[in-house]
């Protein structure tokens, strides 16, 4: 191919390789130059113009676009007419996109005029979105160039659509007193939502208490049944082989493939089997519509295309999604990543609805219930820690040994929360321009969300307060800033400072989680039983 000046006299069957225009005349780039055209820009005295020639051997690189595109794409992809050198290719149906990314990645080393390029591997698509796009660069190739290139992926096809073909999903969810049937309900609508893409649907709901026997049987039924995958939704998230879901499939006689994965949002996903179906444990990013880690499992699965461990294991590359933890928008410039907040948790109370017991000093996952929320403060960039006791003080202070935490007493515990959330208040130091208040029978809540918090005063420093979410529900814990320590001054009993956040209006920050642990307290004997099995 000649690239280069060119006599008008010479021009007709060249194409311009720059627009040209004279007076009226105009010749566009890419257009190939009409004798009509010649002797139009001679009229106008144009005597040469850039342009391109194609030399015995080269190939348009319409001509070329086309041969190629032709020959990558393989099963659920169409290609388009091609235009300046360029074919777009298209999913011809739902499914999962499958690419030969060796194949591909040979391709484009041909030559650099013939480039190819695509979505990521193994994304989900719809029919008649854009997959891929061959582009030719200069207006031609020499012809053997294409065949070279064609010969390198030889009969591979390695654009490829997989369509969904399983249709159906079992769905249990696990149940701990405090969270709202609601949420579960919200949970299934999402899936469905989710589900629906592929054509497929949620085939049964079961609810079962979140103990590894009850969870066990109704995974077995669940198996049994006509779903072609299920998928457990914890009311409280999977930390460990030994948590409740885990233990469950094993009860039930399956097997875990792998626990946690690279994705985040996604992090606490269990991928398992049972008699030749898939069982997965849902993160609690799943309860979202926004993309995570689940999603990219699922739609794997509903396609039938394997996912085994060593497939996790490489999703961390590329998988972090978004900001964590389930971030609405990015933070605002300027301000720092976490605001520097105290941490405060309130381990007062008399522990009435518990009985006898002191559920703060109940056995919790091998600590007592209480160490549980002041070690996630503690992991969390909340500094300092304080801890308000007041019932049975000492008692709580030796189930805190070890941690470096502060303590405050509070004598006049009887009289109520809101007695508890003022002395601790009252004992920060002077710098700290807010506390993040945890409740102490709250042993799910993890340093992730307490960070979180904090991340969002950052944003908003004139917040009054930020309070998590779970489906437009307010949770626990709460950060308080310190222009809102006055009004706290002025509860009284049992009041927490719901009443505060309430009248404060937009300037409370509602952070929305995905975390059904900012719902759950261990306050009764029932609440404790369902959490420990």
């Not at 029919?127 to 891929?132: C, K, Q, R, T």
């Not at 969904?164 to 919200?186: F, R």
């Not at 039938?304 to 490489?314: N, S, Y």
């Not at 601790?424 to 960070?451: E, K, Y």
Request: a negative charge; one cysteine or more; glycine letters at 10%.
């Amino acid at each position: 191919m000649k690239f280069g000046p060119v006599a008008i006299a010479d021009a007709v069957g060249s194409v311009a390789a720059h627009s040209v225009r004279a007076g009226e005349v105009i010749v566009r780039k890419g257009a190939t130059i009409t004798e009509d055209d010649a002797r139009r820009l001679a009229g106008a005295g144009v005597t040469e113009l850039v342009a391109v020639q194609l030399e015995a051997g080269d190939v348009d690189e319409n001509v070329a676009a086309e041969r190629l595109a032709r020959a990558l794409a393989g099963r659920g992809v169409v290609t388009e007419a091609p235009f300046t050198g360029r074919v777009n290719l298209f999913a011809a149906t739902a499914g999962v996109l499958m690419l030969d990314v060796p194949a591909l990645d040979a391709f484009n080393t041909i030559d650099e005029a013939i480039t190819v390029a695509t979505l990521p591997a193994l994304r989900a698509v719809v029919a008649g979105e854009m997959v891929a796009t061959v582009k030719i660069i200069p207006y031609g190739v020499p012809s053997q160039r294409v065949d070279d290139a064609i010969g390198r992926i030889g009969a591979i096809r390695p654009i490829a659509v997989t369509e969904y073909h399983l249709k159906s999903v079992a769905v249990v969810s696990t149940l701990l007193p405090g969270l709202k049937p609601s949420v579960v309900d919200k949970t299934l609508r999402v899936m469905a939502e989710r589900l629906a893409p592929a054509g497929a649907r949620v085939e049964s709901d079961e609810r079962v208490p979140h103990q590894s026997g009850p969870l066990a049987e109704s995974i077995r039924r669940a198996v049994a049944g006509p779903a072609d995958i299920v998928v457990v939704f914890g009311a409280s998230a999977i930390t460990d082989r030994r948590d409740v879901i885990p233990l469950a499939l094993q009860e039930a006689g399956g097997r875990i493939e792998h626990l946690g994965m690279p994705v985040d949002p996604g992090n606490l996903l269990l991928l398992g089997e049972l008699d030749g179906k898939l069982v997965i444990g849902a993160p609690g990013c799943a309860r979202s519509p926004k993309e995570n880690g689940f999603d990219w499992v699922l739609q794997r699965a509903l396609a039938g295309v394997p996912v085994t461990r060593a497939d996790i294991q490489k999703m961390g590359v590329g998988g972090l999604l978004m900001e964590i933890v389930t971030r609405p928008q990015p933070r605002a410039p300027g301000h720092q990543a976490v605001a520097p907040v105290a941490g405060l948790v309130l381990a007062a109370g008399r522990s009435t609805r518990m009985g006898e017991r002191n559920k703060l000093l109940q056995t919790v996952r091998g600590e007592p219930l209480v160490r549980h929320a002041v070690k996630a403060q503690l992991a969390s960039r909340a500094t300092p820690v304080l801890v308000v006791t007041g019932h049975q003080a000492a008692e709580v202070r030796a189930a805190l040994a070890g941690l470096d935490v502060a303590f405050v007493d509070n004598p006049d515990f009887a009289a109520g929360l809101s007695s508890s959330v003022r002395a601790g208040l009252r004992a920060l130091p002077d710098d700290v321009p807010g506390a993040v208040v945890s409740l102490g029978d709250m042993p799910n809540v993890t340093p992730q969300v307490i960070n979180r918090l904090a991340e969002a005063f950052a944003d908003r420093p004139d917040a009054l307060a930020v309070v998590p979410t779970l489906f437009g529900q307010r949770g626990n814990p709460a950060l308080l800033s310190r222009a809102l320590f006055p009004a706290v001054e002025r509860l009284s009993g049992d009041q927490g400072a719901r009443r505060l956040l309430d009248a404060a209006g937009e300037s409370v920050v509602e952070v929305p989680l995905d975390d059904p642990a900012i719902a759950i307290d261990v306050d009764t004997p029932e609440a404790l039983k369902a959490l420990t099995g």
